[in-house]
């Protein structure tokens, strides 16, 4: 990977349908915006339409020519997801983008803790449905988005909804674990059946999104608007080391990409390591058999 790689260097993705989730702000716009800009039929795959359409309208207005279509998702919601799904007759990139902040202990409409359920549930349970069409076209990807703070996750396998424990830190870290654990498991699996199909994960390191003033509250929302303004990178920067996993042509399967920096908070996008407990490839494999258990989705 060269030392400074940035949207200059995103080969066209003409001919190329991408679905992004949760695109219609922050790091997902940055994404859809740029990969558009290459010539990308974008999906812009978004829970509020409303907002989504504003968002392609401001896309538009800055690239005219924009192949950009929004459709309906939830990942909250598996019967959304099945519903989305079976709308993708085509598709070569798939961004797991999406994602929700250490709110207040909700459960998904299926009883799901609500940041496992997106974060992680929504986003395998999307996989294995559009996994069939992937790579049809050749250069098939899945780009996972995880976090940092992946690295302070561990899987609650016996308190999964924090029903006897909930933090809303805690639970967004598991999150983004099992976000790893997922995309380096799905790796091992392509790789095994020799799909074509390429895993990679990528992370924004600290970035000043949405994310962090809509999800977490009172004392955890003061300090993640100061940090954020003091600290942050922009989506358009922190967006990068996704772009690189979806477009780059040396991108590799198993590869965990995020910020060069120190501390990987900011910077030009490089090969990271996650932290070891994510290298557990048995603890991998118990998640993907749960979580085919809980969404209902095999692959």
């Given at each position: 990977?060269?030392?400074?790689?940035?949207?200059?260097?995103?080969?066209?993705?003409?001919?190329?349908?991408?679905?992004?989730?949760?695109?219609?702000?922050?790091?997902?716009?940055?994404?859809?915006?740029?990969?558009?800009?290459?010539?990308?039929?974008?999906?812009?795959?978004?829970?509020?339409?409303?907002?989504?359409?504003?968002?392609?309208?401001?896309?538009?207005?800055?690239?005219?020519?924009?192949?950009?279509?929004?459709?309906?998702?939830?990942?909250?919601?598996l019967d959304s997801v099945r519903a989305f799904a079976g709308t993708v007759e085509r598709v070569d990139t798939l961004v797991n983008n999406a994602g929700i902040m250490m709110p207040p202990r909700t459960l998904t409409r299926q009883g799901h803790e609500l940041q496992f359920g997106t974060n992680h549930l929504g986003h395998f349970a999307l996989t294995g449905l559009l996994l069939?069409?992937?790579?049809?076209?050749?250069?098939?990807?899945?780009?996972?988005?995880?976090?940092?703070?992946?690295?302070?996750?561990?899987?609650?396998?016996?308190?999964?909804?924090?029903?006897?424990?909930?933090?809303?830190?805690?639970?967004?870290?598991?999150?983004?674990?099992?976000?790893?654990?997922?995309?380096?498991?799905?790796?091992?699996?392509?790789?095994?059946?020799?799909?074509?199909?390429?895993?990679?994960?990528?992370?924004?390191?600290?970035?000043?999104?949405?994310?962090?003033?809509?999800?977490?509250?009172?004392?955890?929302?003061?300090?993640?608007?100061?940090?954020?303004?003091?600290?942050?990178?922009?989506?358009?920067?922190?967006?990068?080391?996704?772009?690189?996993?979806?477009?780059?042509?040396?991108?590799?399967?198993?590869?965990?990409?995020?910020?060069?920096?120190?501390?990987?908070?900011?910077?030009?996008?490089?090969?990271?390591?996650?932290?070891?407990?994510?290298?557990?490839?048995?603890?991998?494999?118990?998640?993907?058999?749960?979580?085919?258990?809980?969404?209902?989705?095999?692959?």
């Amino acid at each position: 990977m060269m030392a400074r790689w940035n949207v200059a260097h995103i080969p066209h993705q003409a001919g190329r349908t991408i679905v992004v989730t949760g695109a219609n702000s922050g790091l997902g716009y940055a994404t859809t915006r740029e990969l558009a800009r290459r010539g990308g039929h974008l999906v812009m795959a978004v829970r509020n339409v409303a907002a989504g359409q504003a968002a392609r309208a401001a896309l538009l207005a800055e690239v005219p020519d924009a192949a950009v279509e929004v459709r309906h998702l939830d990942l909250a919601d598996l019967d959304s997801v099945r519903a989305f799904a079976g709308t993708v007759e085509r598709v070569d990139t798939l961004v797991n983008n999406a994602g929700i902040m250490m709110p207040p202990r909700t459960l998904t409409r299926q009883g799901h803790e609500l940041q496992f359920g997106t974060n992680h549930l929504g986003h395998f349970a999307l996989t294995g449905l559009l996994l069939g069409r992937l790579g049809a076209g050749g250069d098939g990807r899945v780009v996972t988005v995880s976090s940092s703070l992946h690295r302070r996750g561990a899987i609650h396998w016996d308190d999964l909804t924090g029903e006897r424990r909930y933090s809303p830190a805690g639970f967004y870290a598991q999150s983004k674990f099992a976000n790893v654990l997922f995309g380096l498991e799905l790796d091992r699996r392509l790789r095994a059946s020799g799909a074509g199909v390429r895993s990679v994960l990528a992370h924004p390191g600290y970035t000043d999104t949405n994310l962090h003033s809509t999800g977490p509250t009172g004392v955890l929302n003061v300090v993640a608007r100061i940090g954020s303004g003091l600290f942050a990178q922009d989506a358009a920067a922190g967006a990068l080391s996704q772009l690189y996993a979806a477009s780059d042509p040396g991108a590799v399967g198993g590869e965990f990409i995020g910020p060069g920096g120190p501390g990987e908070m900011r910077g030009y996008p490089k090969v990271v390591r996650p932290v070891s407990s994510a290298l557990d490839e048995g603890a991998a494999r118990r998640l993907w058999a749960l979580s085919e258990e809980l969404t209902g989705v095999t692959s």
